[in-house]
């Protein structure tokens, strides 16, 4: 039976996750559970930090970005031995079932520790909606809503100096955040690596719709398809338009959740708990369709959500 839970956050913070430590401690409390919070991901229960946490301690940060609990990226945590020197620890301290809060890596990582004999429970956290077993995870709203706003406010310098804005977002593996806020802002192209890069193509693109008259144009490229100054550079080299250069970075990734990631941070978070209660657990918590689910890990990669095709073709459609 399960009466005390721990729970961490890890790899990259994102906006709600904060609002999740909030929901899990609390819904954990109320349903009789003790709750115990690990520091810095992974590399916490190597160090042995952690703390208790009662409702009070998690008062007052469902606004906040980042994560209270702090996060780490742990590449030890990648070897058997420190795996079994981990799940040795959660046992000493009582702790029945973990909860991560975490993206695609944190969840092989519960998927280890569930392997050395922990039950463990995620919670989808990255900006990146990159996630097996779920067609949203938190912070993705918060982070396209924000390169929104960057959009919108460099649009304004691309039309009045009738320029090709270039912008470089986050997304090593993933267009996700590339192809929503490009459809949002009413990008001219998205270049994601889920696709094959022509920038031969891209300035045919840029060509055309300058003929039709069209003055300024809005790139947006995700990291892990091209680097923005490559785009910036072929563009100045092969066309006659004018390109300008702006990398987003880590103003992608703060601020306070927006309402749907605070939501969902909550509901993931009832989840999750219901599960461990239940007796369900080593599963991912997520958002298939218009329920909440949980899926066992080996089963998530059946729950594969990629880009949407239809979206992708849009853009560059409407943006002519
Ligand atoms: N294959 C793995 N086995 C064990 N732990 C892993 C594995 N992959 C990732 N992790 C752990 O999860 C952490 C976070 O993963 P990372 O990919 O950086 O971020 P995210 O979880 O946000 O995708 C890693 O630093 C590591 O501690
Ligand atoms: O914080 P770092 O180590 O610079 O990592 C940057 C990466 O983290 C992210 O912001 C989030 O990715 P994860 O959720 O997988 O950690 C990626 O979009 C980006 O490529
Ligand atoms: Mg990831």
Do not use: W
């Amino acid at each position: 039976m399960i009466t005390k839970i721990g729970v961490l956050t890890s790899g990259g913070d994102a906006p709600g996750m904060n609002a999740a430590i909030r929901g899990v401690t609390r819904y954990a409390i109320e349903q009789g559970l003790s709750v115990t919070g690990i520091i810095r991901g992974y590399e916490g229960l190597l160090s042995h930090e952690i703390m208790p946490l009662d409702r009070r301690d998690v008062g007052g940060i469902i606004h906040r970005g980042g994560t209270m609990l702090r996060t780490a990226r742990c590449l030890e945590f990648m070897e058997e031995k420190t795996q079994k020197e981990a799940a040795a620890y959660i046992r000493e301290n009582d702790i029945d079932a973990l909860v991560v809060i975490g993206g695609d890596g944190s969840m092989r990582g519960a998927q280890a520790l569930s392997k050395q004999g922990i039950p463990t429970i995620v919670i989808p956290g990255t900006i990146d909606n990159d996630m097996d077993g779920t067609e949203y995870t938190i912070g993705f709203d918060t982070t396209v809503n924000t390169v929104l706003q960057c959009v919108n406010r460099i649009r304004d310098t691309a039309y009045s100096h009738d320029r090709v804005a270039v912008i470089e977002v986050m997304g090593r593996h993933a267009g996700f955040i590339a192809l929503h806020a490009g459809l949002a802002a009413g990008a001219e192209a998205v270049l994601v690596p889920e696709h094959d890069v022509s920038l031969e193509d891209l300035c045919m693109h840029l060509n055309e719709s300058h003929r039709m008259g069209k003055m300024s144009s809005i790139v947006i490229v995700a990291e892990g398809a091209m680097k923005g100054s490559d785009v910036y550079d072929y563009i100045k080299e092969h066309t006659y338009l004018e390109p300008n250069l702006t990398v987003l970075g880590y103003v992608q990734r703060g601020g306070s959740p927006t309402a749907r990631d605070a939501i969902m941070a909550s509901l993931f978070s009832e989840k999750a708990i219901d599960c461990l209660l239940s007796g369900t657990y080593n599963c991912v918590i997520g958002q298939i369709g218009e329920t909440i689910a949980a899926t066992p890990y080996t089963e998530a990669p059946r729950y594969h959500f990629p880009l949407d095709e239809n979206m992708y073709r849009l853009v560059h459609q409407l943006g002519r």
